[in-house]
């Protein structure tokens, strides 16, 4: 077959590990046996060109070598041809996520899904020839996994009036945080003020004083906080404050907030630490202008009577049967058994984050979905282990009821969004009798 490569990176990941399973990847590539087309550098942004140099090909191939947005990946499947998407692996060693190759493969197969768009899927290290023989077979085909209407006593839903601000729009290519108003309180009945990032950015660099030290208090425990910059920290506690602010004269339940890049690039300060602060005090904030997701966390903290988290899952290990769920520096504190500490963005490297491992306990995932464009409920659950950090922010590794393997095939056959919430305690029935109550599907992760 002629093989059309597209491989996607982005420069604020780690370029020289991810040209090194670049390298890897071309090397099993060639071994093929297959002509294999298009570029054979890292692409870090859409290319006309790259997509022209594969548009005979017999199949696309999209190297997801880092994260990257869904973006190129439509344009790829705007071209006809039959698609693949390969992502790497990266060892848990407790550093940064270098690649975050998984959560990319997994944006984009919501993306294609909702588009209707069929595709193969590999998550394998470069050297895994066997698999990509199975992939470029046909043999890893997605195979749609919609859910079913469950026989459970129907719950009404718990969280009927919510009001969501969602504070500037989702990046571009992030086709897991669309949402449509009317469509959103039809199901749920929340309502959504759609605000900009600019009178957030002002009203924090105006806030009193008084209003700011609540949440230097709160920082003030972490052991290390005198090595974050004292401008961004003090301009990113200042974000926590005119959150606050926003909420108390809004009365929001909720944020979805655009969190990326320009709290870094026009403002300077992270928000991460700040959306952690707010979702210990149970006011959920939803990295990514993530509505949908905003409405999840405030469903399952109503059932679990306590603090979520919006989290990505950023690997799968087979051979482990685990999972790692992590973002940025987001969580609650509540959820460590360790000392959090202050750490910076890691790839954007400015403060205030947290740092911390997710304590041992039974955990339950939920979602809100719209994959392949229809409403529905996903839940998974399991056990949160006891483990060294998997990756830098706030993470955990996760041994899930279904097992890796099965979730893994799930994930990508639902087509779910890139966040889930997470609670600690097992509330799956009750989240089924809420699917049954608003009328919706339901797929349990590696439990059909």
Same mark, same amino acid.
């Given at each position: 077959m002629k093989i059309g490569i597209l491989p996607l990176a982005r420069p604020t990941f780690d370029v020289p590990f991810a040209e090194e399973k670049f390298a890897g990847m071309l090397a099993t590539l060639d071994a093929s046996g297959h002509e294999i087309l298009g570029p054979r550098e890292l692409l870090m942004e859409a290319s006309a060109a790259a997509l022209d140099q594969v548009k005979d090909a017999d199949l696309v191939l999209v190297l997801q070598v880092t994260?990257?947005? *869904?973006?190129?990946?439509? @344009?790829?499947?705007?071209?006809?041809?039959?698609? *693949?998407?390969? #992502?790497?692996?990266?060892?848990?060693?407790?550093?940064?996520?270098?690649?975050?190759?998984?959560?990319?493969?997994?944006?984009?197969?919501?993306?294609?899904?909702?588009?209707?768009?069929?595709?193969?899927w590999l998550y394998a290290e470069p050297e895994d020839a066997a698999g990509l023989a199975a992939l470029l077979a046909g043999e890893r085909q997605v195979a749609r996994l919609d859910g079913a209407k469950i026989d459970a006593d129907r719950i009404a839903n718990p969280v009927p009036d919510l009001r969501i601000a969602r504070i500037g729009q989702r990046p571009d290519g992030f086709v897991t945080c669309d949402y449509d108003k009317a469509e959103l309180k039809r199901l749920t009945g929340a309502e959504v003020d759609e605000l900009t990032l600019e009178p957030l950015f002002e009203t924090a660099k105006a806030?009193?004083?008084?209003?700011?030290?609540?949440?230097? #208090?709160?920082?003030?425990?972490?052991?290390?906080?005198?090595?974050? @910059? #004292?401008?961004?920290?003090?301009?990113? %506690?200042? %974000? *926590?404050?005119?959150?606050?602010?926003?909420?108390? @004269?809004?009365?929001?339940?909720?944020?979805?907030?655009?969190?990326?890049?320009?709290?870094?690039?026009?403002?300077?300060?992270?928000?991460?630490?700040?959306?952690g602060m707010l979702n210990e005090a149970r006011v959920p904030c939803a990295c990514e202008a993530d509505v949908y997701g905003a409405v999840t966390q405030v469903m399952l903290q109503k059932v679990a009577g306590a603090s979520v988290f919006l989290a990505d899952l950023v690997d799968m290990d087979l051979g482990d049967d685990t999972g790692v769920v992590w973002h940025c520096g987001q969580a609650p504190v509540s959820m460590t058994e360790d000392q959090p500490m202050a750490t910076v963005h890691t790839n954007r490297k400015q403060a205030l984050l947290y740092e911390f491992t997710l304590k041992p306990g039974r955990v339950t995932f939920m979602r809100l979905s719209q994959a392949y464009g229809q409403p529905k409920m996903i839940l998974a659950s399991g056990e949160m282990l006891k483990r060294e950090m998997a990756f830098t922010g706030t993470s955990g590794v996760v041994r899930f009821d279904g097992g890796a393997e099965a979730v893994l095939d799930d994930v990508m056959n639902s087509g779910l969004e890139h966040h889930m919430a997470l609670a600690y305690g097992d509330f799956v029935d009750d989240l089924k009798g809420i699917a049954a109550g608003l009328d919706l599907p339901v797929i349990e992760l590696g439990r059909r």
């Amino acid at each position: 077959m002629k093989i059309g490569i597209l491989p996607l990176a982005r420069p604020t990941f780690d370029v020289p590990f991810a040209e090194e399973k670049f390298a890897g990847m071309l090397a099993t590539l060639d071994a093929s046996g297959h002509e294999i087309l298009g570029p054979r550098e890292l692409l870090m942004e859409a290319s006309a060109a790259a997509l022209d140099q594969v548009k005979d090909a017999d199949l696309v191939l999209v190297l997801q070598v880092t994260f990257t947005d *869904a973006v190129f990946v439509l @344009d790829a499947a705007n071209l006809g041809r039959p698609m *693949a998407i390969w #992502a790497v692996p990266e060892l848990r060693l407790g550093g940064r996520l270098r690649l975050n190759a998984f959560c990319g493969l997994n944006l984009a197969g919501h993306a294609l899904g909702v588009n209707q768009v069929p595709f193969g899927w590999l998550y394998a290290e470069p050297e895994d020839a066997a698999g990509l023989a199975a992939l470029l077979a046909g043999e890893r085909q997605v195979a749609r996994l919609d859910g079913a209407k469950i026989d459970a006593d129907r719950i009404a839903n718990p969280v009927p009036d919510l009001r969501i601000a969602r504070i500037g729009q989702r990046p571009d290519g992030f086709v897991t945080c669309d949402y449509d108003k009317a469509e959103l309180k039809r199901l749920t009945g929340a309502e959504v003020d759609e605000l900009t990032l600019e009178p957030l950015f002002e009203t924090a660099k105006a806030l009193p004083e008084a209003d700011v030290a609540p949440y230097e #208090a709160k920082a003030a425990e972490l052991p290390n906080l005198k090595e974050m @910059d #004292a401008g961004e920290l003090n301009r990113s %506690l200042r %974000l *926590a404050g005119a959150l606050e602010k926003l909420r108390a @004269d809004g009365n929001y339940d909720a944020f979805a907030l655009r969190c990326w890049p320009e709290t870094f690039t026009e403002y300077g300060g992270a928000i991460c630490g700040p959306a952690g602060m707010l979702n210990e005090a149970r006011v959920p904030c939803a990295c990514e202008a993530d509505v949908y997701g905003a409405v999840t966390q405030v469903m399952l903290q109503k059932v679990a009577g306590a603090s979520v988290f919006l989290a990505d899952l950023v690997d799968m290990d087979l051979g482990d049967d685990t999972g790692v769920v992590w973002h940025c520096g987001q969580a609650p504190v509540s959820m460590t058994e360790d000392q959090p500490m202050a750490t910076v963005h890691t790839n954007r490297k400015q403060a205030l984050l947290y740092e911390f491992t997710l304590k041992p306990g039974r955990v339950t995932f939920m979602r809100l979905s719209q994959a392949y464009g229809q409403p529905k409920m996903i839940l998974a659950s399991g056990e949160m282990l006891k483990r060294e950090m998997a990756f830098t922010g706030t993470s955990g590794v996760v041994r899930f009821d279904g097992g890796a393997e099965a979730v893994l095939d799930d994930v990508m056959n639902s087509g779910l969004e890139h966040h889930m919430a997470l609670a600690y305690g097992d509330f799956v029935d009750d989240l089924k009798g809420i699917a049954a109550g608003l009328d919706l599907p339901v797929i349990e992760l590696g439990r059909r």
